[in-house]
């Protein structure tokens, strides 16, 4: 029940995009498109952004946008706005049913 | 509106027992899978367990399995997460999830803290 890899830190300026990576195995998100990311404010509970690699849950804005390449996944955060400075997870489902997630990147918009 | 309040935290000697509480409210609760995920204080998030719709199916992380138990009342809308044998390294922040799809967590409540310490 390894976590997946994620950078600890990305950054962008305002109306820049920036992208996440998220690295696994073919045992977790090599395996099944069962990948998700959320966000999480400071002292917030998390926030689900991406689901199923590619789909957006209704109220997350388009500009939040998932890939997967192999046993990597992807989020992409076109024209960054202040809000969107938080701590970003990724997970995936993991065979012997259960769930693994990413260490976590801190995303700064500077 | 989905609604998710978790209670039960608190502080704890090692070796003890403390039992969460996850009241839903706002969507058929029955229907749901759900899972618990923690987060030390300062660290990621970590996934303990979840489970099926009619609670006879479960799942926990090997850092937990075998001390603690996860359950539900589908009559009261409740979730629960029986934790024994507490660790210091089980000190965190304890969130309840509803699953939209078994793995993928649509809904957080917003926490409840766990301190192991002597």
């Known amino acids: 029940q390894s976590a997946l890899t994620q950078p600890p830190s990305a950054s962008g300026s305002p109306g820049q995009s920036v992208t996440i990576s998220c690295t696994g195995t073919?045992?977790?998100?090599?395996?099944?498109?069962?990948v998700s990311w959320y966000q999480q404010h400071p002292g917030k509970a998390p926030k689900l952004m991406i689901y199923?690699?590619?789909k957006r849950p209704s109220g997350v804005p388009d500009r939040f946008s998932g890939s997967k390449s192999g046993n990597t996944a992807s989020l992409t955060v076109s024209g960054l706005q202040a809000e969107d400075e938080a701590d970003y997870y990724c997970?995936?489902?993991?065979?012997?049913?259960?769930?693994?997630f990413g260490g976590g990147t801190k995303l700064t918009v500077l | 509106e989905v609604q998710l309040g978790e209670s039960g935290g608190g502080l704890v000697q090692p070796g003890g027992s403390l039992r969460l509480s996850c009241a839903a409210s706002?969507?058929?609760?029955?229907?749901?899978?759900m899972h618990w995920v923690r987060q030390a204080p300062g660290k990621g998030l970590v996934w303990v367990s979840r489970?099926?719709?009619?609670?006879?199916?479960?799942d926990y992380a090997d850092s937990v399995k075998g001390r603690f138990t996860i359950s539900r009342d589908n009559a009261k809308n409740t979730l629960y997460l029986q934790m024994n044998s507490l660790r210091a390294e089980d000190t965190a922040v304890y969130y309840c999830?509803?699953?939209?799809?078994?793995?993928?967590?649509?809904?957080w409540g917003q926490g409840t803290l766990v301190t192991v310490s002597s």
């Open positions: 199923e690699v590619t």
């Open positions: 997970s995936s489902f993991v065979g012997s049913n259960i769930v693994v």
């Open positions: 706002g969507f058929t609760f029955s229907s749901h899978w």
């Open positions: 999830a509803r699953a939209s799809s078994a793995p993928t967590m649509d809904y």
């Open positions: 073919s045992s977790d998100i090599g395996g099944y498109q069962y």
């Open positions: 489970i099926r719709t009619d609670g006879k199916y479960t």
